[in-house]
């Protein structure tokens, strides 16, 4: 390997682990040197640490270091306990994560029961939830669908990369006892539909500011 790449894969390296947050390719593009080759540094760099303690991995199509899953249980007692969601802030958010856009009139007719305000909140004020845009039907209710904070926070790359239901339930993500009818896309393994395809109809039109 020439003195020049070993350089940049040591720029690249220093990037991610100074970065407070997962860095997509353009930002990592624009702190190298100009011409560097991004996407092969990142592959080097991720063979590198595939057999260490860290592994460099892809979330929600941003990249970051992240404890080896099999080293995992060397951290539990350095993590803060966080407060477990309620039930009904559970199914809120797989609700949310499979059917987005949503309004919270659609979660409730899949979960059938109403949703109060604050559940919606406690999901946005965790970093999980945020407001799509506003459905182009009388009143314009607001949709509501996942952030990028939930894909990295759940080890995910992107949204196609939900995991069904049962393994929700193995993972401890949901009771056991949820049911299965709010969840249909998880069960069936489908991906997530086009806008034209919602299962609510109608199209989604986004805020200007966001």
Do not use: C
């Not at 682990?17 to 997962?22: D, G, H, L, M, S």
């Not at 990592?28 to 303690?53: C, F, M, T, W």
């Not at 946005?124 to 990028?148: E, L, N």
């Amino acid at each position: 390997m020439n003195p020049e790449r070993i350089e940049q894969v040591r720029m690249l390296e220093a990037l991610l682990f100074a970065a407070v947050e997962p860095l997509d390719e353009a930002s990592i593009a624009e702190r190298l040197p100009n011409g560097a080759d991004v996407p092969s540094l990142i592959a080097e760099l991720q063979e590198h640490y595939e057999k260490r303690g860290v592994h460099l991995v892809k979330r929600a199509e941003r990249w970051t270091f992240q404890t080896a899953p099999d080293l995992a249980f060397l951290l539990q007692k350095e993590v803060q306990e966080e407060r477990r969601l309620s039930r009904a802030a559970q199914e809120t958010l797989a609700i949310i994560a499979y059917h987005q856009p949503v309004t919270r009139a659609e979660i409730e007719e899949i979960r059938g029961v109403s949703v109060s305000k604050g559940t919606i909140d406690v999901l946005m004020d965790a970093g999980w939830a945020r407001p799509r845009g506003r459905r182009q039907t009388p009143g314009r209710p607001i949709t509501y669908g996942v952030t990028d904070e939930f894909l990295i926070d759940f080890g995910l790359e992107s949204i196609k990369d939900l995991p069904g239901l049962e393994e929700l339930k193995a993972a401890g993500l949901l009771d056991s006892d949820v049911p299965p009818a709010f969840l249909a896309a998880a069960t069936e393994g489908e991906e997530e539909p086009a806008d034209e395809e919602l299962p609510f109809g109608g199209p989604v039109e986004v805020d200007p500011e966001e």
